[in-house]
Nanobody, 127 residues
Framework: VQLQASGGGLVQAGGSLRLSCSVS????????MAWFRQSPGKEREYIAG????????YYADSVKGRFTFSRDSAKNTVDLQMNSLLPEDTAVYYC?????????????????????WGQGTLVTVSS
């Protein structure tokens, strides 16, 4: 399984960006998949994800109402639409997949449940 993330960049506060993660190999629609982010000196933080294509999506409180997670099984992509960006959203964003498909709901936010990661894409929000 390979994950390739793209779409990061520099944006002013209040602006929008769309991140995309292309997934190759494996059975995409059965994987729990998520977006995480990490800022310097901080732990990797869960943003949004779901356990399978078409399943309910769960968001971190910090992004709820601003970010939208989506999966396209035809294209094998996972996107993150980010609106109303804040300077504190500045981070490297990672997409992740659990190829075992066994992540239960209570563990969806745990980085250790994911065995494949994209390379990360930097999002910088200026004030």
């Amino acid at each position: 399984v390979q994950l390739q993330a793209s779409g990061g960049g520099l944006v002013q506060a209040g602006g929008s960006l769309r991140l995309s993660c292309s997934v190759s190999g494996g059975t995409f629609r059965r994987y729990p998949m998520a977006w995480f982010r990490q800022s310097p000196g901080k732990e990797r933080e869960y943003i949004a994800g779901n356990r399978y294509s078409g399943g309910p999506t769960y968001y971190a409180d910090s992004v709820k109402g601003r970010f939208t997670f989506s999966r396209d099984s035809a294209k094998n992509t996972v996107d993150l639409q980010m609106n109303s960006l804040l300077p504190e959203d500045t981070a490297v964003y990672y997409c992740a997949a659990d190829s075992s498909g066994r992540t239960i709901l209570s563990e969806l936010r745990r980085p250790y449940r994911y065995d494949y990661w994209g390379q990360g894409t930097l999002v910088t929000v200026s004030s």
